[in-house]
């Protein structure tokens, strides 16, 4: 063989196994080169499902016991502030009324004109004097809820403070400073002393009783007497059983005045059902409240959102939860 004749070497086709994907490239990782293709992601589940639905009952649950706690609050520890301005305002304006009352019966040889019109829900129609209690409250005409909040109240459809037959007086066992709460410590033979425009008149118990109670409760006396009464159930809602005092009218009774009509509403027995509509405005306002504060500690400071917020959810708290105790009777 020549040494100018070139071997030839054969030529080797290789054939390669198919490579597994490669990992994204650094230079799409910094958004310079093309996205991998991904896969669709997975159906959401429905959001009514059922741990979508007991999340919502435990929310709700929890919204609950937070207006009950707040409802409790407002009624006892903060309720004798809203009683004690009440009272002072009821007492000043009953005072007013009283010397206007003698000063037109001293300056007219007729006395002081007669009373055509029967009192205004809300108005104080009588100082009440207690002895036995060393208590003191000026009382409102209709018991309902919300008047209650400020003291005892005497029920339309009964007799006048010192006027001829039954007059009731309704007050509070416990919430708004409990104006009767110590009722059970009058004895028979206790006095009783009640103011009016008309005069000072004088009871003296005859009986102390803890019974289930009626409408029967407001009908006329056979005799002038005053009634007083409250709740003697440790259930807010209760309107059966009460505590009740009576005590007779001792010396003549003043001249009888027009009075208001007896209605359940007002006889401190029953709650407030036409609170529901406001009730439930205001528990939405609550919410909106509650959602737009959690959302702002998201994206403000802390102390700024405190700053903001805190004064508008204390005050939406204490009106819900005043017009929440309408819906209970009265004399609790």
Known sequence: MSTHEQTVAPTVLRISAPSSPRPPSAGHA???????????????????GPDAVRSGVRTAAVWVLLLVVAAGLVCYPVGPLFESREQVTRTDDLRLAIG??????????EGAAPVTRAPALGTPVALLQMPRLAAQQAVAEGATSEIMRGGVSHVPGTAGPGQPGNSVFIGRRAAF???????????????????????????????VTRTAVGDGLYDPS?????????????????????LVVTAKLQGAPFVPTPQNGYAPETDGRHGDTSAWPLLVLELLALVVAVTATIRLYRRWSRSMTYLVTTPALVALT?????????LLPGWF
Do not use: H, K, M
Request: with cysteine; net charge negative; aromatic share 8%.
């Open 177 to 207: 400073a409990g104006p009767f709460g110590d009722l059970g410590a009058f004895r028979v033979g206790d006095q009783i002393i009640c103011v009016t425009t008309q005069g000072q008149s004088t009871y003296v118990v005859s009986q």
């Open 222 to 242: 056979a005799g002038d007497q005053l009634t007083l009464a409250t709740s003697d159930s440790l259930l807010p809602w209760s309107s059966r059983a009460g």
């Open 30 to 48: 910094f958004g310079l080169g093309p996205a991998p293709r991904s896969e669709p992601a997975p159906p959401t589940p429905p959001s009514w």
């Open 318 to 326: 204490i009106f819900t939860s005043l017009t929440a105790s309408r």
């Open 100 to 109: 206007q009352a003698y000063g037109a019966a001293n300056n007219s040889l």
